[in-house]
C-alpha cells in the first residue's frame, strides 16, 4: 500500500524566510511519480510539479526547489524568500506508474497536508 | 492548457435528496476520471476512478450504490450522491487524465456540497 505522510501539520513564517515542507512517502512500486499541490483558501488545486521515480535531480523554479532523495523516500519542497501570497495548504502526493499494472495508474495518495501561514 | 470544469460549483440540499455533480473535460478527451473527496482541514481522499464505458471502480469503504458514478462520454463523468446525509458534506473534486498527453492528470476546481 501507498503512503505518505506530511509530518508538519502547520508551519507559520514571517515574509521572506524560507521555508521547507517536508514530505516522506512508502511505496513497493518501482515505478511512481511524485507531485506537490498548492491548494489556497478557493480549494481549487494548484499543480506544483510531478517527478518520476527514475529522476532524482533537484529542480529549481522561480523560489520554488523541490529534493528529490530516493536513499530517504524523500521528496522536500523549498520556498525561497516567502511571501504572504505563499499562504496554502501544500499536499504532497504519489502515484503509481504506468506500468504498475493498468487499473492504478494515475490514482493519487495525498499527505495530510501543510498548512502554511506567511505573515507580513 | 488543459481545462476540468465541475458544476455546480457549491450546491445546499436537503436531507434525503440526491445531488448530481458534473465533471467536465473541456479540451480534452478523458478515459478516465477520479473522484476524491476533502472533508474540512483534511486530505483527499480517492473515492472511486471512473472509466468511460465501464464500470467505476469504488475505494474501499465507499458505498457504490450511494454514490454513483457514470463516464457516458469522454469528456463527462458525473457523480450522483443519493439520499444525502449531512455527513456527506465535504468538498468534492475531480480529476482527468488526457489520454493524448502522456496521461497527464487536470484537477477540477471542486464542489462544495452542504446537507441540510
Known amino acids: 500500500a501507498q503512503k505518505v505522510t506530511q509530518a508538519q501539520t502547520e508551519i507559520s513564517v514571517v515574509e521572506k524566510e524560507d521555508v521547507t515542507l517536508d514530505c516522506v512517502y512508502e511505496t513497493r512500486d518501482t515505478t511512481y511519480y511524485l507531485f506537490w499541490y498548492k491548494q489556497p483558501p478557493s480549494g481549487e488545486l494548484v499543480f506544483l510539479i510531478r517527478?518520476?521515480?527514475?529522476?532524482?535531480q533537484n529542480e529549481i523554479s522561480g523560489r520554488y526547489s523541490w529534493n528529490f532523495q530516493k536513499s530517504t523516500s524523500s521528496f522536500n519542497f523549498t520556498i525561497t524568500a516567502s511571501q504572504v501570497v505563499d499562504s496554502a495548504v501544500y499536499f504532497c502526493a504519489l502515484s503509481e506508474g504506468p506500468n504498475a499494472g493498468g487499473t492504478s495508474y494515475g490514482k493519487l495518495t495525498f499527505g495530510q497536508g501543510t498548512i502554511l501561514t506567511v505573515h507580513p | 492548457g488543459a481545462v476540468v470544469s465541475q458544476h455546480p460549483s457549491w450546491v445546499i440540499c436537503k436531507s434525503g435528496t440526491s445531488v448530481k455533480i458534473e465533471c467536465r473535460s473541456l479540451?480534452?478527451?478523458?478515459?478516465?476520471m477520479f473522484w476524491y473527496r476533502q472533508f474540512p482541514k483534511q486530505s483527499l481522499m480517492l473515492m472511486a476512478t471512473?472509466?468511460?464505458?465501464?464500470?467505476?471502480?469504488?475505494e474501499q469503504g465507499v458505498e457504490k450504490d450511494k454514490f454513483l458514478i457514470n463516464h457516458a462520454s469522454l469528456t463527462l463523468s458525473t457523480l450522483t450522491v443519493t439520499s444525502a446525509h449531512p455527513e456527506d458534506s465535504s468538498f468534492y473534486i475531480c480529476?482527468?487524465?488526457?489520454?493524448?498527453?502522456?496521461?497527464?492528470?487536470?484537477f477540477g476546481p471542486g464542489t462544495r456540497l452542504t446537507v441540510t
Open positions: 517527478r518520476n521515480s527514475f529522476d532524482e
Open positions: 479540451d480534452f478527451q478523458a478515459t478516465t
Open positions: 480529476s482527468a487524465r488526457d489520454r493524448g498527453q502522456g496521461y497527464e492528470q487536470y
Open positions: 471512473s472509466n468511460e464505458g465501464s464500470k467505476a471502480t469504488y
